[in-house]
């Protein structure tokens, strides 16, 4: 195993939460004031309040919460963002910019969702793949 993901899963817990819905409920997080340095690989849902300086690859849904940050790229089937993310995001499905977000790179979605004031410094590919 990486060892940024045994890190990740020494400091995150699996908590039930209908915000985060796998079809099972279970989701990680990282809370306010942590940092993790290196790649996250997931396959269930990702809550990010702290920041991580990696690129994120999840086979669910990761929200970025308005202290979240992101340094790096991230993968994933829908994303919300409401934090910061200072890399590309490739979302296979929803993407979806809070009026808080901040993004400096590329987007990639089949749909997106963007709020009144949210900011986005980059290119943005809509397509069916």
Same mark, same amino acid.
């Given at each position: 195993m990486h060892? !940024?993901?045994?890190? @990740?899963?020494s400091m995150m817990g699996n908590r039930n939460k209908s915000e985060l819905s796998?079809? +099972?409920?279970i989701h990680n997080s990282l809370a306010v004031? !942590?940092?993790v340095k290196g790649d996250i690989v997931l396959d269930i849902d990702l809550r990010l309040d702290g920041c991580v300086e990696g +690129?994120? @690859?999840?086979a669910s849904k990761i929200v970025i919460g308005p202290?979240?940050?992101?340094?790096? +790229? @991230?993968? !994933?089937? +829908?994303?919300?963002v409401a934090g910061?993310?200072?890399g590309n995001i490739h979302a296979k499905e929803k993407?979806?910019?809070? !009026?808080?977000?901040?993004i400096e790179g590329d987007l990639h979605t089949k749909i997106l969702e963007i709020e009144l004031n949210a900011k986005l410094n980059g290119r943005c590919n809509m397509s069916k793949e």
């Open positions: 060892e !940024s993901v045994k890190a @990740i899963n796998t079809g +099972n409920g004031g !942590s940092t +690129n994120i @690859i999840c202290k979240g940050r992101v340094i790096g +790229n @991230i993968e !994933s089937a +829908n994303v919300e910061t993310v200072t993407l979806t910019l809070k !009026s808080s977000a901040n």
